[in-house]
């Protein structure tokens, strides 16, 4: 559609795709972490970060399935260098386990994308008792990036290189329960709806970001905190609406990005010289964007802070 050519400052627009942002990028001697890489946009930017040089280690739920992508990014490119990892992000076991793993065999870590997540799930719980959506989408990758935090203080301070936190969110944050967060109405059952519950998730993703980011900077560390919305893609998030993703495939080759778009959003953040020393910011087709006055909200940001704090540390 006519609209995906606007270019912005960056020079890029929502049609550009991950290829594109990413071209003379030269990602040799960085190693990342992608979560969800098992399709869709994981897939993608994981794809492009090996095709530029970065060490990938996906990681995944089923890790049959995605050594399968492995395989196939490996054909394209047979010097990529590409690893598979076991993670759920809906089990603070999982995700701890893989955590202790990674530290333990000694591998830097540059690049973190939190880019997993279920979207409009009906009502359940995690295995630590938590609704799913915030559980998977916010909670698991809260925890994650706390584990790996010290690694990457660690790699920055000794390859003299900055690193970059990644939180995949979404413009749905705008969509949300009226205080933002249901701090003490997140497993209410009673009053839950996939999609809100969806936004009030990907809020979380854009507030964590923040928090961290101010975080980050006061301790004087090299190393930055952003978060972004993809676009509208054509992925198989909505395979709980069935009705709603046919109507998302009919009308996708006129509104909604293909996969490459999708993830161009993902490794412009992730790899461009022009968002060195950017963090606590919100990026859409790879341009800085304004989200909602809640999302940047210092005081909700440090109470979900503390909130998810908590739970991590209790479950």
């Known amino acids: 559609m006519w609209f995906f050519g606007r270019k912005g400052a960056s020079g890029f627009t929502a049609s550009s795709t991950a290829e594109e942002v ?15 890489a098992t399709s869709g946009i994981g897939t993608e930017t994981a794809r492009v970060l090996a095709l530029h040089g970065v060490n990938v280690v996906m990681a995944v739920r089923n890790v049959d399935s995605c050594k399968k992508v492995k395989e196939t990014i490996l054909k394209e490119f047979p010097e990529a260098k590409i690893d598979v990892m076991e993670l759920d992000l809906a089990s603070l076991a999982s995700v701890r ?3 202790s793993e990674y530290n333990f065999l000694g591998l830097p870590l540059n690049l973190l994308i939190n880019n997993a997540g279920i979207m409009a799930t009906p009502f359940m719980l995690s295995q630590d008792n938590i ?6 989408n916010h909670l698991g990758h809260f925890l994650l990036t706390n584990l790996l935090l010290e690694n990457m203080k660690k ?3 000794e390859s003299g290189t900055e690193g970059r936190i990644v939180n995949v969110s979404s413009e749905a944050h705008r969509y ?12 209410d059952s009673s009053s839950y709806s996939t999609m809100v519950a969806y936004g009030q998730s990907k809020l979380a993703n854009i507030l964590h970001a923040n928090e961290l980011a101010r975080r980050l900077k006061e ?9 972004l919305h993809p676009g509208a893609v054509a992925t198989n998030l909505m395979r709980h609406h069935a009705v709603i ?15 490459p778009q999708g993830a161009a959003t993902t490794c412009y953040v992730a790899l461009h010289p022009e968002v060195k020393g950017v963090s606590g910011k919100y990026f859409s087709d790879s341009n800085i964007r304004e989200p909602t006055q ?21 479950k």
């Open 22 to 36: 990413a071209r003379g990028i030269d990602g040799s001697g960085l190693t990342a972490i992608v979560t969800g």
């Open 97 to 99: 386990k893989f955590t």
């Open 131 to 136: 609704e799913m959506q915030f559980a998977t």
């Open 155 to 157: 790699t920055a301070r």
């Open 176 to 187: 949300v329960y009226r205080e933002g967060i249901r701090f003490d109405k997140i497993n």
């Open 219 to 227: 301790e004087g560390v090299n190393i930055t905190a952003n978060s």
């Open 245 to 259: 993703a046919g109507l998302v495939g009919w009308i996708a080759k006129y509104f909604v990005k293909d996969i």
């Open 294 to 314: 809640l999302s940047a909200d210092p005081e909700l940001a440090k109470k979900l802070w503390e909130f998810s704090l908590k739970i991590t540390e209790t």
